[in-house]
């Protein structure tokens, strides 16, 4: 079944957002995973594409698709849809009202909205009749002025007999502009009532499994304490293809030169020898971007206190990469053996693109796998104090420290 097919996908992403290359050792290697596609030249090595293939539209679904029957909030051509089946007297669809409004009002170009009633009268004694006086509301041009106003005062109401909500409704209804008799013939109106029985049997048919269920760009995901920061992260994601780059990097360093790299970030500043003569592909991969401004105001979005900080996704979701992979590059005499080894993120052999990591400790079991390509010079004390956060715990997650942005010294 397609709904079975979309957990499962589901399922997928989830492990994809904490996924890490194999360990080691008990502590979880740096890791990303991204797509591959057919080899491009590079002229300092190989490289291949690595951009996200785009998601076929036609692909068949349970859900039915957007229509002009539904209520839309945000622009028709937005990167992301987020549709929600939804009970007003439910309160973590409240808690996800709350969560959409500021992720429209954040990117309003960007994402949409797609509301779509659901209302669970066997647990709920007024469900129906909210989500009727949203309908009401509708048919005078007011649904999310409604829609805002059920959730955001959802505890003025929540304990009211339905005898009661009616009222308070109806006395609401002045303050929303509503024309006051009109909306209260038509909250109870056997069209209005219709509707809504409609949408519940719709809900029925899909086998729903209660509220709030939301799909983002088709896909169900399930309800979750960071989900502000996962909705952001699909957001960026699907942005992410502009600032992309369809061929790999030219040649941007002189093998003859030593290049520093000082990383400005949210807690101080830490500058880094980078290894032309052992990792030149690696270097310039990296001098390239930083160049380009691929780093500036980037999250350091997986920290873990004695081990690793990991940044270079714009997304902050792990995912996020510059559109190829270039190869690992192996040198023995250099080693994960202190604090401050910086090298590169990967989901598997070859598969290194933007994201890199600084070590906090000695990483022995790093050493045959993640490719090093440099070494903190001055800043550790910097490095030791970014925010531990790591995306793989769930909950919510504190507030990312930032790369602001990464300036080249050549000499």
Not at 218 to 245: H, R, S
Request: net charge negative; charged share 15%.
């Amino acid at each position: 079944m397609v709904f079975m097919r979309n957990i499962i996908l589901f399922s997928l992403i989830t492990f994809i957002l904490t996924a890490c290359g194999t360990p080691v050792s008990s502590t979880p290697a740096p890791g990303v995973v991204q797509a591959t596609a057919s080899p491009v030249a590079l002229n300092l090595g190989k490289c291949v594409d690595a951009r996200v293939p785009t998601p076929n539209p036609n692909e068949p679904s349970l859900f039915p698709p957007v229509s002009e029957q539904d209520h839309i909030l945000g622009v028709r051509d937005a990167y992301v849809t987020i549709l929600v089946y939804s009970d007003f007297q439910c309160a973590s669809c409240a808690k996800l009202a709350a969560l959409l409004k500021s992720l429209v009002e954040k990117y309003p170009q960007n994402v949409r909205v797609i509301f779509r009633h659901f209302p669970l009268e066997s647990i709920h004694d007024k469900a129906a009749l909210s989500a009727q006086a949203a309908e009401a509301a509708a048919l005078q041009g007011k649904f999310w002025e409604t829609h805002d106003l059920l959730f955001e005062k959802q505890a003025e109401w929540l304990e009211l007999k339905p005898s009661e909500f009616q009222k308070w409704l109806i006395g609401q209804s002045t303050d929303l502009g509503l024309d006051q008799s009109q909306f209260e013939s038509d909250l109870t109106s056997s069209s209005v009532t219709a509707l809504i029985q409609k949408a519940w049997d719709n809900g029925q048919q899909i086998k729903l499994p209660g509220a709030p269920v939301i799909l983002v760009n088709n896909e169900i995901i399930k309800w979750q304490t960071n989900l502000l920061d996962q909705l952001e992260g699909f957001v960026l994601l699907a942005m992410l293809p502009e600032k992309q780059f369809s061929t790999c990097p030219p040649v941007v360093i002189d093998p003859a030169k030593q290049y520093n790299a000082t990383l400005k970030t949210s807690k101080g500043d830490i500058t880094i020898h980078l290894f032309v003569d052992k990792a030149p592909n690696t270097v310039n991969n990296f001098i390239f971007l930083a160049q380009k401004g691929w780093y500036d105001n980037v999250p350091f979005h997986r920290v873990t206190s004695g081990f690793v900080a990991q940044t270079g996704d714009p997304t902050g979701t792990g995912l996020g990469g510059p559109g190829y992979f270039i190869p690992n590059e192996k040198d023995a005499s250099l080693q994960y053996d202190r604090a401050g080894m910086v090298g590169m993120v990967n989901s598997g052999p070859d598969t290194n693109g933007s994201q890199f990591f600084l070590t906090m400790s000695p990483a022995p079991h790093l050493n045959e796998g993640y490719t090093l390509f440099g070494e903190v010079i001055s800043g550790l004390e910097v490095l030791s104090q970014i925010t531990p956060r790591n995306p793989s715990d769930g909950g919510t997650l504190p507030k990312a420290d930032m790369l602001i942005s990464v300036s080249i010294e050549a000499k």
